[in-house]
């Protein structure tokens, strides 16, 4: 009786390559298709015995590495993929990368080695999506989660930036505030950098100047952005110091707001605040704070729907196997930070 290995051979390819063909799991140019279906038919080899003797291995798990498991917003976005993995029988293999891009690496070679069925991966900053695309190459699917690589096209799960920055921005504009700031944060980073470019726009079309002294950049971290935050607001500057800060995550609003404290500025008479990221309890604080809340575990959710889909989905199914780019709206919640009554 004839083996896989005397259709391979007969057709000059590999064992792997006979299994793309039969099973649609990879493209396969034409000419070596036909010879690999040739040989099936010089051997006598029957194509669903051999279907069922290549037919992929799956191991029902799943790798998600995220850039830091301890931001509220990655960690609802963790919850959210953990509930549809679990509802379709996957478990998850959940990695820190630590925003470190030589860890990102490692941590992704180590799943691939477990030979996990596919990846949700939120990039860390400065990530060169060079260990993404080798798993991607190697025929496991990949999603991006949150944020994206640099000129990254493959498939991507996350929340609009710049729209609601622009919104924002607007909003403060008509409470009166006439130099607005934006503590961004590691513009490495693809939302923080879509945030940036919502902000600059915002302040243009009200006629105004982005001044580079009233964006903080840098880490992004709390007490990073609090230092800074003391040079902006404490007049130890050039420019006037802003009536209004935009802040485009969580670390950074409470640089913020720590910094406004220790200057004995008063939220919202003296200095107006809204917040990108959904700040944990914002409804619990004097003065309650504006947030852009993201559907942060809606994000999850989606993310493993589309892997999933990837992972059962052949090329010849009648779809086109295209890469999915998928944005969801978050929700601007005005409260009384902003200078708005309630």
């Not at 000059?12 to 010879?35: F, L, P, W």
């Not at 993929?81 to 860890?103: F, H, I, M, R």
Request: hydrophobic share 40%.
């Amino acid at each position: 009786m004839a083996t896989i290995v005397d259709v391979a051979e007969r057709a000059g390819v590999s064992i792997s390559t006979v299994s793309h063909v039969v099973n649609g799991t990879r493209r396969v140019a034409e000419k070596t298709r036909a010879s690999v279906l040739k040989a099936i038919e010089e051997t006598g080899y029957r194509q669903d015995a051999l279907a069922r003797s290549l037919r992929r291995s799956l191991t029902d798990s799943i790798g998600l590495v995220v850039s830091d498991t301890g931001q509220p917003a990655f960690a609802d976005m963790v919850r959210g993929v953990e509930a549809e993995a679990t509802k379709a029988g996957y478990t998850l293999l959940l990695a820190n990368s630590g925003e470190d891009p030589e860890q990102e690496a490692r941590t992704l070679e180590a799943l691939s080695a477990r030979r996990v069925d596919g990846l949700i991966v939120a990039p860390s900053a400065g990530s060169s999506g060079e260990a993404i695309d080798a798993i991607r190459n190697s025929g496991t699917p990949v999603v991006l989660m949150d944020r994206v690589g640099s000129g990254d096209s493959g498939d991507q799960v996350g929340v609009e930036n710049l729209a609601p920055v622009r919104e924002l921005v607007a909003h403060l504009v008509g409470h009166g505030c006439r130099a607005i700031a934006l503590a961004a944060g590691n513009l490495n980073v693809s939302t923080i950098s879509e945030r940036y470019l919502g902000y600059a726009q915002a302040v243009k079309e009200a006629g105004f100047t982005v001044h580079p002294g009233h964006v903080i950049t840098g880490s992004g971290l709390s007490q990073e952005t609090c230092a800074a935050a003391l040079d902006m607001l404490g007049d130890r500057g050039p420019l006037v110091p802003p009536d209004a800060v935009v802040c485009s995550s969580t670390e950074t609003a409470i640089g913020v707001l720590e910094a406004a404290s220790r200057l004995g500025l008063r939220i919202p008479d003296d200095l107006k605040i809204a917040v990108f990221d959904g700040f944990p309890h914002a409804d619990l604080f004097e003065p309650r704070l504006t947030t852009v809340e993201q559907p942060a575990f809606e994000i999850g959710v989606t993310a493993m729907r589309l892997l999933q889909k990837r992972i059962t989905q052949k090329p010849g199914d009648g779809e086109a196997w295209g890469s999915e780019v998928i944005r969801l709206k978050p929700r601007i919640v005005y409260r009384t930070s902003c200078g708005c009554a309630s």
